[in-house]
């Protein structure tokens, strides 16, 4: 299909985002070339990882991702593509294929070490362009993934410790926030299926927000509530309204499960 | 041609553009994506109702036009697909279509209401994703309308009553601001038409902007003008400055034509 | 191949962007549309005039670049179709053209002059959808340049004075910072082959900056350092930092190159 997605921390005001488009049409004129995200914050890798994982299963079997996220570039940090489910996705090493990995368990992975298949000049400062964008144009016109570089074993991909689930010294389920988007909602890393229970009562700090319900007008404006959002997750909204406003709540902020009164 | 069009209200920091075009991709791989707008104000369906106007007719016959502004996801709300001047738009049917509706008298439309064409999961909190962008794709693809659910009357379709030029207790004509640009011009309501009489002098809020001038180099520096639009509608605009800032005006304030010194 | 890319200061809230895009598609239905940036401060000539030349040739031979930055719409300035390098852009001529015919040396142009190629009705606002798309899609879809209007010299092409790098009283090297990323990285107009000298000490304002180096990690965290960035030019950054923040500086500022302690 050569489908391509792009998720980067480049923000829009600079070239970047487009100088790697231009790099994978140069390679691949057929590719299909689709925006996920530039707004990353700034090497944040776990916003990265999670929106990943979100995303990949949306697009048809055969699609490659690209993730640029790269606080190491220039470093010893590897890049690799790792194939899973039917989707190939090429990035750093850097742990923001956490959350992707531990869904679909890969099958294949790769250093992209290959250097006839990067730019015949590498910027020390642009892997993106350089090496990441090139190694997805021929993964999209159909090069074997085994022509990137090394071959390396998926137990090897590195993957970050902190984006699961944890639980409170009391014993309940803890998450976090791990975006606020647009509208205020507050996108958890708590999957759907944790919360099926009627007894769970969630919280947000110090704030209950009640039983899991289904959509935004299962609440009276103005209040929050808790309900799965469109990534399969937990998510705390207010209806019509913003819940990172009326909760004072943001990124990296506790999410809590409980079964009792607290 | 397999065009699908995108406005919403999504702005561009979250996943949710790309998950809906990989909802597209999924079922149409041929699509050609383009992105009008997704920074329209959060459930702002006057904004969206009057760009959606704007753009339709500059593409080619056949292209599929989709606007998520949907304050009502996950509510009774019908989503609808909407053929006139041999384009389509599928939207929920919430007054977003007001605008494009009276410019092209729709001919054709059916309730998005196929089961079997949505997503197989539909969240409740992403109709866009799970029942407006498959159905676009499917239209994309040369499905005809009539298989994406239930026929119903054009006459049926919501409109807003706040979207025409009124008139002031003075009997002038009276428009609104209903956008204010990058570049700080004031795009009005009010059709080019009503203004091409010489006589007419156009006031924004207590401030008379003057006759009608043809381009923004008809104004001194620093000095506002009123002229027609790149929409075909009145604009306020200041020669290399912006009116927003030199008027104090914005989105929803009044513009007045008066034929008679006030 | 028909690609066709778009570098302008329209911002992404308005719909100026996706109707230039229905205006391409309409003539050029197979075009592939590439954004390189909208967020060029607005009519700010110089930004665009450095970000062009930094992009065009990661592109394929035969693409298509339109730039609409056009503080001159609706007067007398030309719009140009150039070619050059195998690459052909089309602009108003007010010397966004500059940096990019200074790196090709261009082999012809044509003012783009011929109405029967514009659009039925051309806004006196809007000439980027009404002038530049159409000419855009008619070159994508194979039109000869010489179709688009009448040939001119291309010595003839304005061409902005103060895009180069100058020279300090004390008789060194100095240029300035074009643009500011996302990052805090101060981009410059100083082409890397000047600084490539290791007496070279390179000073933003009052601030001793040092040597250049490779890559950000040659600094310690937080710690300035001069580097060549992907655009091939002096860029100042700071380890796991903003230059910008670090340095007060910004678009405009002077850098300069000494040989000898200040």
Same mark, same amino acid.
Request: glycine content about 10%.
């Given at each position: 299909l050569g489908i391509v997605t792009l998720t980067t921390d480049f923000g829009l005001q600079d070239e970047y985002v487009g100088a790697m488009k231009g790099a994978v049409l140069a390679r691949c004129p057929g590719a299909v070339l689709? /925006?996920?995200?530039?707004?990353?914050?700034?090497?944040?890798?776990?916003?990265?990882a999670f929106m990943?994982?979100?995303?990949?299963?949306?697009f048809p079997t055969g699609s490659v991702h690209v993730v640029v996220v790269d606080p190491g570039v220039g470093t010893g940090r590897a890049i690799v593509a790792v194939r899973g489910a039917g989707q190939t996705v090429v990035a750093p090493d850097n742990g923001v294929l956490t959350c992707w990995i531990a869904a679909v368990t890969p099958e294949k992975a790769v250093r992209v070490d290959n250097p006839h298949l990067h730019s015949p000049v590498v910027s020390p400062t642009f892997h993106g362009r350089d090496i990441? =964008?090139? #190694?997805?144009?021929?993964l999209a016109k159909g090069l074997? +993934? #085994? =022509?990137?570089?090394t071959a390396m074993p998926c137990r090897d991909?590195?993957?970050? #410790? /902190?984006?699961?689930?944890?639980?409170? #010294?009391?014993?309940?389920?803890?998450?976090?926030?791990?975006a606020v988007d647009r509208?205020?909602?507050?996108?958890?890393?708590?999957?759907? =299926? +944790?919360? /099926? /229970?009627?007894?769970?009562?969630?919280?947000?700090?110090?704030?209950?927000v009640g039983r899991l319900k289904t959509t935004y007008a299962d609440?009276?404006?103005g209040q929050p509530l808790a309900l799965i959002g469109s990534r399969g997750t937990l998510e705390i909204a207010v209806n019509q309204g913003s819940a990172a406003q009326l909760l004072a709540a943001g990124r990296g902020d506790s999410v809590v499960l409980r079964r009792t009164p607290r």
């Open positions: 689709v /925006d996920i995200c530039h707004q990353i914050e700034p090497q944040d890798i776990r916003q990265a990943l994982a979100a995303v990949v299963n949306q990441i =964008a090139p #190694a997805a144009a021929h074997p +993934m #085994a =022509a990137l570089g991909l590195y993957r970050r #410790a /902190d984006l699961g689930v944890g639980t409170t #010294a009391g014993g309940d389920p803890e998450g976090i926030v791990v509208f205020g909602n507050l996108v958890t890393n708590v999957p759907g =299926a +944790m919360v /099926d /229970d009627p007894r769970m009562r969630i919280w947000v700090g110090d704030r209950e609440a009276d404006p």
